[in-house]
């Protein structure tokens, strides 16, 4: 089940926490972010490889190039075996920016995002079917979990694809991380 978790910037104590997909939209909305629900039965191995995934849903893919125009579109998956998984998580993990606007949906598993807005830390948990979109310049993080068990279809407006400015705040270390 998606969830959002609203912080203080200041103390990891939760203000609000919603489980409600209409809820959490509305909530994310006046902040610049998506947040939204697509179809998730087409029927894919737990190892089809991003060719077959961009063609499972190229439909949706086509629909949202058309309101956006992306240049670049790819598919990331990390499983708890992946050689990399923590290098990764710790990258990720760190609060960043980007001069694109980053859109996700995930096609299956789980991933924390965390944006960072005035006063207030958003935790976003999305999970298979949710589609989030940060806005440029939103100082955010991403939490795959110490046991990485997701696959997204990334989306961006540049051709060179995820590119990230650290903010050098250690803010998300204040903040809880995804179990599992």
């Keep these: 089940m998606s969830e959002l978790t609203v912080y203080a910037t ?4 939760p203000l609000a926490h919603l489980t ?4 959490i939209a509305a909530e994310l909305a006046p902040l610049g972010v998506r947040f ?13 490889g991003q060719e077959e995934v961009l063609a499972a849903y190229a439909d949706d893919v086509e629909r ?7 240049q670049s579109v790819d598919v990331v998956a990390l499983r708890p075996d992946h050689p990399e998984r923590e290098a990764l998580r710790a990258k ?7 001069d694109d606007f980053e859109v ?8 924390l995002f965390y944006i960072h807005a005035g006063e207030r830390v958003y935790g976003i948990l999305c999970e298979q079917g949710d589609l989030i979109s940060v806005p440029a310049g939103a100082k955010h993080w991403f939490d ?3 046991a990485p068990d997701f696959k997204c279809i990334r989306l961006f407006t540049t051709p060179n694809g995820w590119e990230a400015s650290f903010t050098g705040d250690a803010i998300d270390a204040r903040f809880p991380r995804l179990e599992g």
Aim: hydrophobic share 45%.
């Design 10 to 13: 200041e103390a990891a104590t």
């Design 20 to 23: 409600d997909h209409a809820a």
């Design 36 to 48: 939204a629900r697509w179809r998730t039965d087409r029927p894919l191995a737990i190892d089809a």
């Design 64 to 70: 949202l190039n058309g309101e956006f125009g992306f």
């Design 92 to 98: 990720f993990l760190q609060e960043h920016v980007h």
């Design 104 to 111: 996700r949906f995930f096609v299956d598993g789980r991933g």
């Design 144 to 146: 795959t979990g110490a």
